[in-house]
């Protein structure tokens, strides 16, 4: 997927070395995977082009990805990072930070149970 780059999410953290860069990347492919899941909707790469209607698995809710949604990304990953131990109060919480869920807000897919195959 790589939406955010290796670079920016160490910046993220304030990690200056390069020990824990694959603990890291795995953060993140899990955070983009948490984010893009959330969104309901394929994210692309900035430099990425945009699918057309006659491109073959078209999806109409496809975007590139924004700078809201690399700062929720980056949010996610660094819980991820700080937060390696599952605390016990978590049954019951929301599955995202309100602020991650404020920026990811506009992109956010609503759907309802027609629209979903998956009820039928």
């Known amino acids: 997927m790589a939406l955010v780059d290796l670079d920016l999410a160490r910046g993220q953290l304030r990690v200056l070395h390069e020990d ?14 948490i984010v893009v899941e959330y969104l309901d909707r394929p994210v692309l790469a900035a430099d990425a082009t945009l ?15 924004t ?16 937060n390696r131990q599952t605390p016990e109060k978590d049954v019951g ?14 992109w956010w897919v609503w759907r309802t149970f ?5 009820c039928a």
């Open 20 to 33: 824990e860069n694959a603990e890291i990347a795995l953060y993140l492919a899990a955070a983009e995977s």
């Open 51 to 65: 699918p057309g209607p006659e491109d073959e698995g078209y999806d109409a809710t496809t975007m590139l990805v």
């Open 67 to 82: 700078s809201p949604i690399v700062a929720a990304i980056l949010l996610v990953m660094s819980d991820l990072y700080e």
């Open 114 to 118: 027609e629209e979903d195959d998956t």
């Open 93 to 106: 919480d929301a599955i995202l930070p309100p602020t991650v869920r404020r920026l990811l807000a506009p």
